[in-house]
């Protein structure tokens, strides 16, 4: 292993926060996504519980908003 990989190796996973941004980037990059609770689970991989955690924060953060159907979008599409 060279010394470039191993460093890479010893870096931390990304955190909540990158997470959270590049949920939000991805929203704003594609106008018109909108995504039931468990198509948001399977896209980024999280378990029920972080799901709707991370959607919770990006709505509060008003990134993120909820139709009357219960998909996920981008706030200025959903509105």
Known sequence: MGAVSRVIARQPPPGRDHLLRAIAGEYREMPGMRLTMAQFGRL?????????????????????????EGRIGCRCDVM
């Open 44 to 68: 980024w991989n999280l378990n029920a519980s972080q799901c709707e955690e991370v959607v919770q924060v990006l709505i509060g953060r008003g990134d993120l908003s909820e139709d009357d």
